[in-house]
């Protein structure tokens, strides 16, 4: 489509906006070729005015793209054969603070079957969220809290504690799922003083979080991975009582190396972790927990279990005495196998 406005900015924004909707599905009507076109600057500037949960209808619109959340996304003009009423919730949710914003993350599991329309957040300035405000629905891969709804920003080194749950929809009718994490995520602004270096520092650990936690391992055959390349499973262990995470594998692979990093403070003798199969049995010797930040390889590893089959279990067991704090990453190297 041909269109001539006064302002040759707004022609190219326009033609976007056009080829855009085309993309999306929306039959674009014919006009004629010699036609002034009001400008659009004003409109996407105004959707993109905070403050509002949805502070961006233009960037919403993009981090929804293949995420199964878009209105116009095939992935929800699937039809499920049952609509379920309680949602999964979100996993693997994350904050991290900048310098006058705190960022919030998150991972939609099992879009189709849930009908998910979107994630609600909560905010609390103390750990138990006895204070927590909900601050709405968000369609999207990520949030930037500003402070909402106030549009000056945090002040230094402002800590806020986030809840999200999925929103589920059969007809007009809204399901919800738990609120999680049951330990509530923080994020903590930026000390005063702080520099565009420890700024940019952050902002790297956010993007690599928010790219690393929307890909689905699942969805990768075995047939497109090369067995030359080792692969690396990371499988995070939250504080908590004894008991077990089981990951089940897209591809057949053998164990050749586990190690952890302790996270969340320090454990105390006898809290272990162990990596099995699904049916419990032993892969590696059990790995004693000490102090926070403490890198602990594996001694051993059993090579009469070490080889888990095409979709089979790999289960990380935490055993926790009830007096430390047990959270970890556990990272364990495969070689896959044909």
Not at 63 to 74: A, C, F, M, S, T
């Given at each position: ?319 926790n005495s009830g007096a430390g704090n047990v959270a970890c990453e556990v990272y364990i190297l495969f070689q896959r196998i044909l």
């Amino acid at each position: 489509m041909a269109l001539i406005s006064s302002d040759p900015t707004t022609d190219i924004i326009q033609l976007w906006l056009d080829e855009y909707l085309a993309q999306m599905g929306f039959t674009l009507p014919i006009l004629d070729p010699i036609v002034a076109i009001p400008t659009a600057l004003d409109t996407i500037s105004t959707s993109t005015t905070e403050p509002a949960i949805r502070e961006s209808l233009v960037l919403e619109a993009f981090q929804e793209i293949g995420l199964g959340l878009n209105p116009y996304d095939v992935i929800t003009r699937i039809t499920p054969i049952t609509f379920p009423t309680t949602p999964d919730p979100p996993v693997d949710v994350y904050a991290l603070g900048f310098d006058i914003e705190i960022g919030i993350s998150w991972h939609i599991q099992r879009l189709v079957g849930n009908h998910i329309r979107a994630v609600e957040i909560r905010r609390a300035t103390l750990v138990d969220m006895s204070d927590a405000v909900v601050l709405g629905e968000f369609r999207g891969l990520f949030w930037v809290d500003k402070n909402f709804p106030v549009p000056e920003g945090w002040g230094d080194s402002i800590q806020r504690f986030y809840q999200i749950r999925s929103v589920a929809a059969v007809g007009e009718t809204p399901y919800y799922s738990a609120w999680t994490p049951a330990t509530p995520v923080s994020g903590t602004t930026l000390a005063a003083g702080a520099t565009n270096v420890d700024l940019q520092a952050r902002v790297d650990e956010f993007t690599r979080r928010v790219q690393s936690q929307h890909i689905f391992p699942g969805a990768i055959l075995g047939s497109d991975m090369s067995p030359d390349v080792p692969v690396l499973l990371r499988v995070v262990v939250p504080t908590g009582v004894t008991g077990d995470i089981d990951t089940v594998l897209a591809w057949r692979g053998r164990i050749i190396d586990v190690w952890l990093i302790k996270t969340g403070g320090a454990a105390v003798q006898g809290d272990t972790i162990q990596v099995q199969t699904g049916a419990g049995a032993a892969i590696t010797n059990l790995i004693p927990l000490w102090s926070d930040q403490q890198k602990i390889p594996c001694e051993t590893i059993d090579d009469a279990t070490y080889d888990i089959a095409d979709a089979g279990t790999v289960r990380v067991r935490r055993v926790n005495s009830g007096a430390g704090n047990v959270a970890c990453e556990v990272y364990i190297l495969f070689q896959r196998i044909l």
